[in-house]
């Protein structure tokens, strides 16, 4: 999920961002996975390495999407004047920041999952 200041926003505001900017970036990736928790039929049967491997295709799907609609955003931005090109730069910069990150956090979870899975532990 991307995170950015309009969370700060909210939680200053104290709102959820849910309430605060439904339409948001944050907000969508929010409701998605609240969908996956609506969706999940038995949290007791444990993912074999297939459908780990689905579900991660699917993140980064999903995350390629909410960085294609921030991108949408910052464009906004930019064109209304709302946003100078040093904004832009330093957008950009710490977005991609933040994406090295979330790649090196998704490749160290599911690490460990499948290492989880391998051992017979059972996630709770």
Known sequence: MYRDTLQD???????PITLYK????????????ADKILQ???????????QIEESFQEA??????DFESRND???ELLHSGALSQGDLVETV???????????KENSFIKLKLN???QQGFKVK
Request: glycine letters at 2%; a negative charge.
């Open 115 to 117: 290492q989880a899975l």
């Open 73 to 75: 955003y910052v464009g």
């Open 93 to 103: 910069k710490s977005q991609q920041i933040e994406i090295a990150k979330l790649k």
């Open 22 to 33: 439904p339409q948001s970036v944050l907000s969508q990736a929010i409701y998605r996975i």
């Open 60 to 65: 980064e799907i999903e995350a390629e999407i």
């Open 9 to 15: 926003t909210a939680l200053s505001s104290r709102l």
């Open 40 to 50: 999940t039929e038995d949290d007791s049967v444990l993912p074999d390495d297939q």
